[in-house]
């Protein structure tokens, strides 16, 4: 009985094969398009200015004519980030580089193939004015917001250690960078850690900005980093991306205007006041890269971010030990933008 289904399975298949032919006048070769065809590459990012080239890129189809497909898509949770891409539903990620440092370190197959900006006061600390905070050594006991493992965590984690403090000193109080604006608006929490244009809307309703990234400069650099996989398999699809992005830094450093209301219609902002928030942002551009990441003989200062982005995880116990940077950090693409 087994024997004559078996027989009947493969009668069932070689006529299907012979009615396929038959009844098809086109040649086989002209499926391949079909299947050969293209998806989308789907990068990731938090609501940030400083990722402004993605945006400006795609709107100026850029990644069109470099022959690639953009979509763009908003998860600003940082573990959310990390879930998608390890789950191939997203190919690249737009994240601060400790964050992409400590997604390295869980083992995440990444590369990091350019980098955006570097913040320059765009990221702070803001705190409620009758709190009696009038310096960071102020926050022992307080209420302080920001979103754990992330790159607010980072900069917070390096003030309270400059001021003598650690994490344990303060009530920390996990949220998102926007809900934590929000919370310290509603005034549910005595300080925040966020960026613009929270900031600036904090300033503006007569708090207090007590610390910015300029206090502690080159500690926050935003990167793309694509999944390992496709930087193997695909590296032209990475390289168009890579050199799109390079042409719209270029573009907006040209053409500050036509990208502000660009970004302002992303963000839903209004122009003027992107023009303000990236004032306080460092757009690398080509040249910019090529200095960040450096060289093998003289290594660039993402290493030394890198590494220090090492320490804070595995203080955190995010991390158990720190990731050997170098099969991370790919400087081939950039390296190949005319």
Not at 84 to 99: F, T
Request: glycine share 8%; net charge neutral.
């Amino acid at each position: 009985m087994q024997k004559k289904l078996v027989a009947l399975l493969i009668l069932a298949a070689m006529l299907a094969i012979v009615v396929a032919g038959c009844g098809s006048n086109k040649p086989a070769q002209q499926a391949a398009p079909q299947a050969a065809e293209k998806k989308p590459v789907i990068i990731a990012y938090t609501p940030w200015t400083g990722y402004g080239a993605l945006f400006v890129a795609k709107e100026k189809g850029m990644f069109k004519n470099k022959g690639v497909d953009v979509e763009l898509q908003s998860i600003e949770g940082v573990g959310d980030r990390k879930q998608a891409l390890v789950a191939g539903k997203i190919q690249a990620m737009a994240a601060s580089l400790d964050v992409s440092v400590s997604a390295a370190g869980e083992g995440v197959p990444m590369k990091f193939v350019w980098a955006f900006d570097a913040s320059n006061g765009a990221d702070g600390l803001i705190v409620k004015k009758g709190k009696g905070i009038e310096t960071v050594a102020d926050l022992k006991g307080k209420e302080v917001a920001f979103h754990r493992g992330s790159a607010a965590h980072f900069f917070l984690n390096t003030l309270l250690e400059k001021n003598g403090l650690k994490d344990s000193d303060i009530k920390a109080v996990d949220m998102k960078a926007s809900e934590a604006a929000a919370a310290f608006m509603a005034g549910k929490v005595d300080a925040a850690v966020t960026w613009e244009p929270h900031l600036g809307k904090a300033k503006a309703a007569g708090e207090t900005v007590l610390a910015t990234t300029k206090d502690t400069p080159g500690l926050i650099a935003d990167v793309l980093a694509f999944r390992e996989d496709i930087a193997k398999n695909n590296p032209e699809t990475v390289q168009a991306v890579v050199a799109a992005l390079a042409e719209a830094t270029e573009f907006m450093s040209k053409n500050p205007e036509e990208s502000n209301k660009i970004l302002a219609a992303a963000f839903k902002m209004k122009p003027e006041e992107v023009a303000a928030d990236i004032q306080t942002v460092k757009f690398y551009g080509l040249k910019d890269n090529l200095e960040f990441y450096g060289t093998k003989e003289k290594p660039g200062a993402i290493y030394e971010v890198g590494n220090r982005a090492s320490e804070f995880y595995i203080k955190l116990k995010i991390l158990s030990q720190a990731p050997d940077l170098s099969k991370y950090i790919d400087d081939t693409f950039i390296t190949k933008v005319k």
